[in-house]
C-alpha cells in the first residue's frame, strides 16, 4: 500500500507522483489564501468602491458598500486559493468514482466545481453591486421624495437581476457542463415562443408595468379611479399594482387591466367637486328661498379652500318639494381636507336652515365628487 503512495524518482521520493516542495507549496498556498481573504476582501471592496465614487460623485454609503461586497469577495477569494494551490500539484490519473454508469475523474470534477464557485462568486459581486446602486438611486429619490422614481428603480433592479442571474446560468451550463448554449438558446427560443404563448396574461402584465413607469398615468401616493375602482396606489409591481381604496381595503389590480382601461387621475386634477341636493318643504315662501340660497352662496365664499366657479340654485320643484343644487369646487385633491370643508360647510347650511326654520323633506341627495 505504501509503496503505491511513495514512489522513488531521481530526484527523491514522490507521494502521489508529487513532490514534497510541491505539497509544501500547495499548502503555504492555502494556509495564506484563508488568513489574508478577510482583509483582501475587504481591500477589494474598498477599491471597487473608490471607482464607484468617481463615476457617481456619491460619497456617502461607503460601509453598507463593503458590508454588501465583503462576503461574495471572500467567496471568490477562496475559490481562487483553492484553484492556485491545487495547480502546484498533479492528482493521479487513476483516482476516478463510478456513479451510475458513468466514471468520473476526480481532478476533472475538482476543476467543474472550482469554475462552478467561481462563476458564483462573480455572480454574486455583481448582484451585490447592483443591490448597492439601487439602494443609493432609493435614497436618492427619497430624499428628493419621489415616490414614482422609487417604484422605477425597485422594478429596475428586479429586472436587471433577472438578466444577471439568467446570464450566470448559461455561463454555467456551457463552462462547467459543457453544453452548447447557441444550441440551448435555440431551443429555448422555440420552447419560450410556446411558453410566451400560455403565458399571454403575465406577459401582457409586465407589459403594462412598463408602460405604467414610462407613460406615467400615475404614481405611488395617487388617487384614481377606474372601472368601479377607486383608492390610492401605494406600490406597483410587475404584474400588479396594489391600492389602498377608501374602506382602507388593499386591492390588487393586474396591470393590463389599468393600462387597458379609462383610468381618472384624482390627484392630478388639483381639485375636488361637491354636488349636493336640498328638497324643502314645497310651502317655503320665495323670500325665503331666495335668502337661503344668498347666505348659502356667502358661506362658500367665505370658506378659504374653494373656489370661485360655485353655484347655488333653485333648481327644480319636484312632488310638492323645493330643490335647491349646491355645487362647489374644493382647491385640493387631499380626501382629508376635502371631508373636513364639506363637514365645515355643512354645519354653515345647517345654521341657515335653522334660522329660517325651514324643514327638510324627502332625502338629501349627493352627487359624484
Known sequence: MLLDIFEKHADGYRIWGNTLEAYLWMAGILLTGFV??????????RQLYRIFKRKTGSKQYSLEFVSLLRSPFELLLVVI??????????????WTFKFGKSIYVVEQIIVSISKFIFIISVTWIVLRSADFTGFVLLETAKSHHDYN?????????DIIKVFIGIF????ILGSVFGMDITSLITG???????????????????IGSIVIFLDKPFTVGDLIESDKIKGVVEEVGFRSTKIRTLEKTLLTVP??????????????TGIRRVKMILNIE???????????????????????????NHQVTFSDIIDHNLQITIVYFVLTSDLDTVAHVKEELNYKFLETIEKYEVKLSGSISLGKE
Open 36 to 45: 489574508v481573504k478577510k482583509y483582501c476582501a475587504g481591500f477589494l471592496s
Open 81 to 94: 486559493t483553492i484553484m492556485l494551490a491545487f495547480d502546484r500539484i498533479d492528482l493521479p490519473a487513476n
Open 149 to 157: 422614481g422609487e417604484q422605477v428603480v425597485k422594478f429596475f433592479k
Open 168 to 171: 450566470s446560468l448559461l455561463v
Open 188 to 206: 429555448l427560443g422555440i420552447s419560450g415562443l410556446a411558453i410566451a404563448l400560455a403565458a399571454q396574461e403575465t406577459i401582457a402584465n409586465l
Open 255 to 268: 396591470n393590463k387591466k389599468l393600462v387597458d382601461t379609462a383610468l381618472n387621475n384624482i390627484t392630478r
Open 282 to 308: 314645497g310651502v317655503t315662501k320665495h323670500e325665503t328661498v331666495k335668502k337661503i340660497i344668498d347666505e348659502f352662496k356667502n358661506k362658500i365664499d367665505q370658506n378659504g379652500e374653494t373656489g370661485e
